[in-house]
Protein backbone atom coordinates (compact mmCIF):
# COMPACT_ATOMS: atom_id res chain seq x y z
CA UNK A 1 0.00 0.00 0.00
CA UNK A 2 1.17 3.59 -0.88
CA UNK A 3 0.97 6.35 1.96
CA UNK A 4 0.06 10.05 1.67
CA UNK A 5 3.98 10.13 1.02
CA UNK A 6 4.53 7.97 -1.38
CA UNK A 7 6.22 5.62 0.49
CA UNK A 8 5.46 1.80 0.53
CA UNK A 9 3.78 1.09 3.98
CA UNK A 10 3.26 -3.11 4.98
CA UNK A 11 -0.65 -3.78 5.58
CA UNK A 12 -2.16 -6.94 6.28
CA UNK A 13 -4.07 -8.94 3.66
CA UNK A 14 -7.34 -8.97 3.67
CA UNK A 15 -7.77 -12.85 2.55
CA UNK A 16 -5.99 -15.14 -0.11
CA UNK A 17 -7.35 -13.91 -3.08
CA UNK A 18 -3.80 -12.81 -4.21
CA UNK A 19 -2.25 -15.66 -3.41
CA UNK A 20 -5.10 -17.79 -5.23
CA UNK A 21 -4.98 -15.74 -8.17
CA UNK A 22 -1.08 -16.23 -8.66
CA UNK A 23 -1.38 -20.28 -7.82
CA UNK A 24 -3.87 -20.10 -10.75
CA UNK A 25 -2.05 -17.99 -13.35
CA UNK A 26 1.44 -20.04 -12.99
CA UNK A 27 -0.69 -23.75 -12.67
CA UNK A 28 -2.66 -22.62 -16.04
CA UNK A 29 1.12 -21.78 -17.21
CA UNK A 30 2.20 -25.51 -16.08
CA UNK A 31 -0.98 -27.47 -17.35
CA UNK A 32 -0.14 -25.28 -20.78
CA UNK A 33 2.83 -26.80 -21.19
CA UNK A 34 2.14 -30.18 -20.17
CA UNK A 35 -0.85 -29.90 -22.70
CA UNK A 36 1.82 -28.97 -25.43
CA UNK A 37 4.06 -31.26 -24.68
CA UNK A 38 1.09 -34.25 -24.87
CA UNK A 39 0.22 -32.98 -28.54
CA UNK A 40 3.65 -32.89 -29.37
CA UNK A 41 3.52 -37.03 -28.46
CA UNK A 42 -0.17 -38.15 -29.82
CA UNK A 43 1.27 -35.87 -33.13
CA UNK A 44 4.89 -38.16 -32.93
CA UNK A 45 6.31 -35.08 -33.06
CA UNK A 46 8.40 -36.13 -29.78
CA UNK A 47 9.10 -39.52 -26.84
CA UNK A 48 6.69 -39.78 -24.34
CA UNK A 49 9.42 -39.20 -22.23
CA UNK A 50 8.96 -35.52 -22.83
CA UNK A 51 5.17 -35.44 -21.74
CA UNK A 52 6.01 -37.15 -18.56
CA UNK A 53 8.83 -34.56 -17.60
CA UNK A 54 6.25 -31.64 -18.00
CA UNK A 55 4.09 -33.36 -16.21
CA UNK A 56 6.21 -33.93 -13.08
CA UNK A 57 8.35 -30.69 -13.73
CA UNK A 58 11.62 -32.32 -14.12
CA UNK A 59 14.58 -31.43 -16.22
CA UNK A 60 16.98 -32.78 -18.40
CA UNK A 61 19.83 -32.91 -15.44
CA UNK A 62 17.09 -34.65 -13.33
CA UNK A 63 17.25 -37.58 -15.73
CA UNK A 64 20.84 -38.18 -15.55
CA UNK A 65 20.56 -38.99 -12.11
CA UNK A 66 18.21 -41.48 -12.43
CA UNK A 67 19.89 -44.94 -13.16
CA UNK A 68 17.74 -46.05 -15.70
CA UNK A 69 18.79 -42.81 -17.81
CA UNK A 70 22.20 -42.50 -16.15
CA UNK A 71 25.92 -43.65 -17.53
CA UNK A 72 25.89 -43.56 -21.20
CA UNK A 73 22.02 -44.18 -21.83
CA UNK A 74 20.69 -40.80 -21.30
CA UNK A 75 22.40 -40.03 -25.31
CA UNK A 76 19.34 -41.29 -26.38
CA UNK A 77 17.22 -38.64 -24.89
CA UNK A 78 19.66 -35.19 -26.37
CA UNK A 79 16.89 -34.15 -28.22
CA UNK A 80 14.64 -33.33 -25.31
CA UNK A 81 16.50 -30.40 -24.38
CA UNK A 82 14.61 -27.68 -25.08
CA UNK A 83 16.23 -24.29 -24.93
Known amino acids: MVGADGKYETARSTGWDVKTDALNVA ?9 AARQKVLSGEASPVLYFMEKRSWTFPYYLHIPVFGNGRSKTYEALRIQ
Not at 27 to 35: A, F, P, R
Request: net charge negative; aromatic share 12%.
Open 27 to 35: WGEVNSKIE
